[in-house]
């Protein structure tokens, strides 16, 4: 069988990480696992049904270790590494899952695989070996081959001390072009053009335009906790990357806002020390520009103020 025609269940992942959550915490998840069974009775059942269905099938062996090709294909899953998903986790104001799929990459980016719902199961897609087969991957997993188109130019654009509630992005592309052009006059954005035209085509009665939510997680210099009795990949030490995104596909723009490491500020120790990295601002990706690339480039705070 081949691991891509698998439909594994949350138990499954677990006990094939080693008794551990996933990178992205979306199939073996806290919601979707009796974690207070495994306490007490560990993981044998689960790990011998996981046997029973994939042991004939060559995918593990007698002993529930996976074969060679299915560890390959979950080594992105495990450890310190960066993960994209179309959405943030349930939590306590919204605790429906609406994640799709989740695509998990190794600390040294060279290595991606994408976990995606199956009805009530989950499937394992490793992406090409070839990294410049990604990008069109990475846009068919998410649905946007036939949507994406670049912009006539790259443009970027950065600016530091936003609040997480902070609309007013947003609200100048509703307000039409001189709203548009008094938001970019407010943060030293000369060039207003693309942005004027993003507007006018979203305040058409049929726009033509589809807005897709992003998060972006980067935990490879976080520390784990260890005092679970099982892996969890939430930094309680060391430091991580955050940068959720609204992409508007048809004409290749990122609205992007996010939280980066700062001298001074320790977010464990001060958490709200948080609210005083976030940043915010767009890209328009060019020709040649790659979606995934930009999804993957976690920015620094901008130090220096606005940047363009």
């Excluded at 394992?124 to 990008?135: D, V």
């Excluded at 609205?255 to 609210?275: C, I, K, L, M, Y």
Aim: aromatic share 12%.
């Amino acid at each position: 069988m081949a691991v891509e025609d698998a439909v594994f269940t949350p138990e499954d992942i677990f006990v094939l990480l080693g008794e551990s959550l996933d990178l992205g915490c979306f199939a073996a998840q806290p919601r979707n696992l009796n974690l207070g069974r495994f306490k007490a009775e560990g993981s044998s059942a689960w790990r011998e049904r996981l046997v029973r269905r994939f042991g004939p099938r060559d995918l593990v062996d007698d002993s529930g270790e996976p074969c060679p090709r299915l560890q390959a294909v979950l080594a992105p899953l495990a450890g310190h590494g960066v993960f994209i998903a179309d959405g943030d986790s349930p939590d306590r104001d919204d605790p429906i899952e609406h994640r799709t799929a989740v695509l998990c990459l190794t600390s040294d980016l060279s290595r991606a695989t994408a976990v995606v719902r199956d009805g009530r199961g989950f499937r394992l897609r490793p992406f090409p070996e070839e990294r410049a087969l990604w990008e069109a991957e990475f846009l068919d997993l998410f649905g946007l081959s036939d949507r994406f188109a670049w912009a006539e130019r790259a443009q970027h654009y950065i600016g530091g001390g936003v609040q997480l509630e902070d609309s007013t992005f947003s609200d100048a592309l509703k307000g039409g072009g001189n709203a548009v052009r008094r938001w970019c006059s407010d943060r030293g954005i000369a060039d207003s053009l693309q942005l004027e035209r993003v507007s006018e085509m979203g305040n058409r009665f049929f726009s033509g335009l589809s807005a897709k939510e992003m998060l972006s997680t980067d935990l490879r210099q976080s520390v784990f906790p260890e005092d679970f009795g099982y892996g969890v990949p939430a930094p309680v030490a060391g430091q991580f990357r955050t940068k959720g995104t609204l992409i508007f596909p048809e004409v290749a723009l990122v609205h992007f806002w996010g939280v980066s490491p700062r001298e001074g500020f320790d977010w464990f120790d001060h958490s709200q020390s948080t609210e005083l990295c976030r940043y915010a601002g767009f890209d328009f990706l060019g020709p040649g520009e790659g979606l995934l690339d930009n999804l993957l480039n976690f920015y620094d705070y901008p130090e220096g103020g606005n940047e363009y």
